[in-house]
């Protein structure tokens, strides 16, 4: 056995100071991990509208290749080179959320995210963002879209959201929020300068439809199902806050039953239009022509309409037709 | 002293280290995408203790276990290599040992010979491999890769995580080196850090078993590997035939520096006996030698062998009576009896007696779960069942589209199921609790479960109810389930917005005849990676 050994002046002072030096960094270490969520609500804010030249019409345009659509309804609102302006951070928002192949229509189509992305990164972005709050597994529905390949190749970074309580979601103020006044949403949103929308147009059992304005729920962390019940008021409480200078409506495919999830062929319908505008009620009210239904029809349109995001009125509406 | 020698015991700590390291990858790799060069349970496919009591307890022939096979052609030719050169649970106890040198009692002296403890390991292996060939299958707690699976796997990689990711976060809160950060943070997330961090039922129990067996190296070296691992146990018998000894040339002192070295105590006597059964070539006799006549070699005329220990009589009929005694306390299960498995079991394991029989509790269903929702069994299902894997789906539902578990268990006890035969296998049935479900209990209208449910025609239907949603006025429509559709893979108890136990919850199969269904789709769906990648190339050899 080693003798007891004896503790020295000299061993104490050195052995203690050492000890709390290695304690002292811990400490430090854990506040540092702390420190971040202190941040003043002031600091962090969402990214407002972005003054731009585009037309205020909601474009329509129609034909057999999607990414031709698409830069066919961009070209009749100016061009994304009006929004976008060199150097500026792009989100551009589709749907990733669930774990179908394109022709499922759960999902944006890739190539329309691909042709958005090239546009904006051509109108001279700097950084061209693409991730989505997912319901299903988000490292499956990203590769099974096709949407994050698409979108890489395009110029985008392309990130995950790591669940409901991602670090990138922060707390943030809805000051016209009605049954919502703050919420956890993406701290993309309070970097960057332009939000492109680009949903899928497709059924959901509780609203009827899944469109532009629904599409921002993954932008929102927390747990969403809870907004189930008071769905269309918090909808339009979100999209109050949340600025959305263009949606480009995927209607290239429709899923037309069984939504949002989708699945069987059965349920999808070959519409090959992509609807696209500033005004996101309005898009959103034309899309809802595609299902034989009416902006009206639709309680989350009809709230953010009464909130004054946008018209619902189709005849108060200027569409454009565009066939490529 | 021979240089020689001495590189050989450094070889084996280079190789060591490295099989350790090709260990702790596989583990950190078992998750999606599973692109790994070499299949992710191959350590455990390696173990002829697993192999040998599963291929009894289950009475199939398993092919995934020619590893094992491998193992014991090896070991019957140049004797215990794997102990001391592979297996990551020897260099896990071996770098444990380093550090607890300083409070380990004195060396005993060999001459004393074994311990009296010394044949538990012997003792485990017949009792566990007699239960096996009554079908309790049980293996998996002692097995030593299993041990370490389970310690790596479910317990200290979700704290390396927890720890990893936490500091990046920091890192990135602080604004130090923002490029650099991000870059290091993209390339953790890529071969590190888990996509979320995990969180398993009962990880500490498996860290303070580790934690235990490490601490037994107080009283020796690799206490573990020298009496109780049942493993070491059976390649010890495997390892009397090799041929391949330790002989001691002439000049040798007798000075027992190699006995004192040896942390098998494998050297008894004078130093130039040697128990054939305990001895994992890991050369260290050879180095440390002054005299350099400590050496290998297939030498036939040598004789220079001692007696290797063994059970006496009595020990090995209180081993056998042990095994089957074992047999009716574990199978008299009153879980079973009372219906009490009220959980779900990962994707097709359907027959309950069965899935018991294949599995051997290694974890890797556990830890490669994309949801994070397989769980460890602790005595829900009674003591036969401890650590198998059930499916929680408050924290992680059975992704529709993943076929990991099946890739990557080693016994088959989960199948590996196709893309398409994934959809139509059925896990469970969900259920409705009216007192709880939002549109029953508060007239409000919700469908989450309804939205979320991955079934192409909806296992989960709305139906009007001709009253009115109590705040909106919009019409109330209420949730109702259909057994013949549904999958039980739990997304609805996921995404059910109650806080606490949801109002939607998966039980068992509600009726045998709704196991298997009809294709729902056609075989056309290969987008995901893991499937196109791995297919079921992912388990051949």
């Known amino acids: 056995m080693c003798p007891m050994r004896r503790i020295t002046r000299r061993s104490f002072l050195r052995k203690g100071s050492a000890l709390a030096g290695a304690g002292g960094a811990a400490v430090a270490l854990g506040l540092c991990t702390q420190c971040g969520k202190r941040t003043s609500e002031e600091e962090i804010r969402l990214k407002p509208l972005k003054e731009n030249d585009l037309s205020r019409d909601i474009v329509v345009a129609r034909g057999e290749d999607p990414a031709g659509i698409t830069k066919a309804a961009l070209a009749a609102l100016g061009g994304l080179g009006k929004l976008v302006s060199p150097g500026d951070i792009v989100v551009v928002k589709p749907n990733i959320s669930w774990d179908n192949l394109p022709k499922y229509a759960a999902t944006t189509n890739p190539d329309v995210v691909r042709t958005v992305v090239e546009l904006a990164v051509e109108a001279g972005a700097a950084e061209v963002h693409v991730f989505d709050h997912t319901l299903n597994e988000a490292r499956l529905t990203y590769k099974r879209s096709g949407i994050a390949e698409a979108a890489e190749q395009a110029g985008a970074r392309v990130s995950y959201v790591r669940g409901q309580n991602d670090p990138r979601f922060r707390e943030m103020a809805i000051p016209a929020g009605v049954v919502m006044t703050s919420w956890p949403i993406h701290g993309m949103l309070t970097r960057a300068d332009v939000l492109i929308n680009v949903p899928i147009a497709k059924d959901h059992s509780l609203t009827r439809l899944t469109l532009g304005i629904k599409n921002l729920m993954g932008l929102a962390g927390g747990e969403r199902g809870t907004w189930h019940p008071d769905i269309a008021q918090r909808l339009a409480d979100f999209s109050s806050a949340v600025k959305v200078d263009l949606t480009v409506m995927d209607a290239y495919r429709i899923l037309v039953d069984h939504g949002p999830t989708g699945g069987s062929l059965d349920d999808v319908r070959e519409t090959h239009t992509v609807i696209a505008g500033t005004d996101p009620v309005a898009v959103d009210s034309c899309t809802t022509t595609l299902f034989d239904m009416k902006g009206e029809d639709i309680g989350y349109i009809r709230a953010a309409h009464d909130r004054g995001l946008g018209e619902l009125d189709l005849a108060r509406i200027s569409v454009r037709e565009v066939t490529v | ?541």
Not at chain 2, 31 to 42: C, F, H, I, R, Y
Not at chain 2, 203 to 229: D, P, Q, S, V
Not at chain 2, 458 to 466: A, E, F, P, Q
């Open chain 2, 1 to 541: 002293m021979s240089r020689g020698k001495r590189r050989l015991r450094l070889v084996r700590r280079i190789v060591q280290v490295a099989f350790l390291a090709l260990f702790l990858y596989l583990i950190v790799r078992t998750a999606e995408p599973l692109d790994v060069p070499v299949p992710a349970n191959s350590f455990i496919r390696m173990s002829p203790f697993l192999a040998l009591t599963a291929m009894l307890s289950a009475r199939t022939l398993m092919v995934l276990f020619i590893p094992a096979l491998v193992v014991i052609v090896v070991t019957i030719v140049l004797g215990r290599v794997f102990c001391g050169w592979v297996c990551p649970f020897g260099t896990t106890l071996d770098i444990s040992d380093r550090f607890l040198h300083r409070w380990r009692r004195k060396q005993r002296n060999e001459r004393e010979g074994q311990p009296p403890y010394h044949t538990v390991k012997y003792a485990i292996l017949i009792a566990v491999t007699v239960a096996a060939a009554f079908g309790v299958q049980v293996a998996g707690w002692f097995d030593p890769i299993c041990i370490a699976t389970r310690t790596y796997g479910i317990a200290l990689y979700p704290y390396a995580n927890f720890v990893g990711e936490k500091t990046l976060h920091a890192a990135v809160r602080a604004d130090v080196l923002p490029g650099f950060v991000s870059w290091v943070q993209q390339v953790a997330y890529q071969y590190f850090l888990a996509f979320k961090q995990p969180v398993y039922r009962g990880h500490i129990l498996f860290l303070l078993i580790f934690l235990g067996i490490a601490l037994l190296g107080l009283i020796e070296r690799r206490f573990w590997c020298r009496h109780l691992c049942p493993l070491g146990a059976m390649l010890d018998l495997v390892a009397r035939i090799s041929p391949f000894r330790r002989y001691v040339r002439d000049g040798c002192t007798n000075c027992l520096r190699c006995q004192r070295e040896c942390k098998m105590g494998a050297i008894t006597g004078s130093g130039e006996e040697t128990r054939r059964g305990e001895c994992i070539e890991c050369f260290a006799c050879d180095a440390v030698c002054p005299e350099a006549v400590s050496t290998f070699s297939f030498r036939r005329d040598n004789i220079q062998r001692a007696r290797s220990a063994g059970l006496t009589r009595r020990g090995f009929v209180g081993a056998v009576v042990g095994g089957v005694a074992a047999v009716p306390i574990l199978k008299t299960n009153f879980a079973r009896a009372d219906g009490l498995l009220r959980f779900v079991r990962p994707p097709g394991a359907e027959d309950e007696s069965e899935f018991l029989a294949k599995c051997v509790r290694c974890g890797e269903c556990i830890k490669v779960c994309i949801t994070g929702g397989l769980q460890p069994v602790l005595l829900e299902a009674g003591l036969e069942a401890l650590w198998t894997p059930k499916l929680v789906p408050r924290v992680g539902y059975c992704e529709y589209k993943c076929t990991l578990c099946g890739m990557v268990c080693p016994t088959e006890a989960l199948p590996i199921l196709s893309l398409e035969e994934k959809q139509e296998t059925v896990l469970g049935t969900a259920f409705f609790d009216r007192n709880r479900c939002i549109p029953w209990a508060e007239n409000r209208n919700c469908a989450v479960c309804e939205e979320c449910c991955p079934t192409p025609t909806k296992s989960i239907v709305l139906r009007d109810t001709g009253l009115k949603d109590e705040v909106t006025g919009e019409p109330l429509r209420r949730p109702y389930v259909r057994p013949e559709v549904c999958i039980g893979c739990g997304l609805c108890e996921f995404k059910c917005p109650l806080p606490g136990r949801a109002a939607v919850m998966v039980g068992p199969v509600r009726s045998p005849e709704l196991r298997r269904r009809r294709r729902v789709r056609g075989g056309d769906d290969r987008g995901g990676g893991q499937q196109r990648r791995r297919g079921r190339a992912g388990r051949t050899l």
